[in-house]
């Protein structure tokens, strides 16, 4: 698929305007807003049966007066991290609105710990329907045994594999509901699994915002796919990499039985149009070998914009104050 060029000029301006506004808003957080590394024990277990010991980094609401809401992050398929070693912006970015407005967040590293690069490309052995939805619940619980959050009010949000995974882990097979895992809602657990510092009772995810998620369409979910937690769903029209329509089609049927999904398709909207200021362009190194598909990532600023105020919007009515 080509490239739009033609409001190259338009979307410059609007670019440049849009992260001077960023800079302003997020410049005062810049050096109040700290983040600590921490160790978080996935529902997933190796192969001696232990608990998977993840690295995650909390970053605590800002001018806190008591318990907070929460948000887990999960990351894309090349990780947490930019070539320069640094958080990724677009999470960053996230994160810093989210201190700011009273919320406390966890971001989750499911591929360090592993020795797990990329799975962009070629996909890879963590995936989202097992391993990856395991972290997200570790996680989960790790955030319910912190003082000072509130545990009935933490939401799930992630990006394109993480996406993906947000969608495994709230469906009908995702980690808290599966009987035989610990913490599971029937409150039975096995010794193939590790324990978690909870009780089996324990509150489920609040909420849950997936962006341009993978696997968002029946065939990956199952034709009995369906979720209790409220969804909030966003993509781009021009993605090629996570396909609109057929993600379209699996929300408007699942709607349709019940679920309560908020879904937006952006026009003109490519893969991680909410990142802060990333170019428009191609991505040949995550070439689908089997499909021969060409990413094509970069902010939409007009989507980013929009998404920021609906995310807010949608955290404030399901986990905010």
Not at 131 to 140: I, K
Request: aromatic share 8%.
């Amino acid at each position: 698929m080509p490239l739009r060029f033609a409001s190259r000029t338009h979307r410059s301006r609007t670019m440049a305007a849009l992260t001077c506004s960023i800079v302003l808003s997020l410049g005062a957080m810049t050096d109040t807003v700290a983040q600590e590394k921490v160790q978080v024990a996935s529902l997933d277990a190796d192969s001696h049966g232990a608990p998977v010991t993840l690295d995650a980094y909390l970053f605590r609401a800002v001018n806190a007066n008591g318990p907070t809401p929460a948000v887990v992050f999960l990351h894309g398929c090349n990780g947490m991290f930019s070539r320069k070693g640094a958080i990724d912006a677009r999470e960053l970015d996230w994160a810093r609105r989210f201190n700011a407005t009273g919320y406390t967040v966890l971001m989750v590293d499911s591929f360090t710990t592993r020795g797990q690069a990329s799975e962009c490309a070629r996909g890879g052995p963590v995936r989202p329907w097992v391993e990856r939805a395991r972290d997200a619940y570790g996680a989960l619980r790790y955030l319910q045994s912190l003082p000072g959050i509130r545990g009935d009010r933490i939401a799930l949000m992630g990006w394109s594999h993480g996406g993906g995974t947000t969608l495994f882990s709230i469906g009908p097979r995702g980690p808290g509901h599966l009987p035989g895992m610990p913490n599971a809602t029937n409150g039975t657990s096995t010794t193939s699994a590790p324990s978690t510092p909870n009780a089996p009772n324990a509150p489920d995810f609040a909420a849950a915002v997936a962006f341009y998620p993978g696997w968002c369409n029946a065939k990956a979910q199952g034709a009995d796919w369906s979720t209790t937690v409220p969804l909030l769903l966003l993509t781009g029209a021009d993605d090629v990499w996570s396909k609109a329509a057929p993600c379209e089609a699996f929300v408007n049927d699942v709607v349709a039985k019940g679920a309560p999904i908020t879904f937006h398709i952006y026009p003109g909207a490519y893969h991680d149009f909410d990142a802060p200021n990333m170019p428009v362009r191609a991505r040949p190194e995550f070439t689908n070998p089997k499909t021969h598909v060409v990413p094509i990532t970069g902010t939409q600023p007009e989507a980013r914009e929009d998404a920021i105020a609906r995310v807010t919007a949608f955290l404030a009515k399901t986990i905010g104050e």
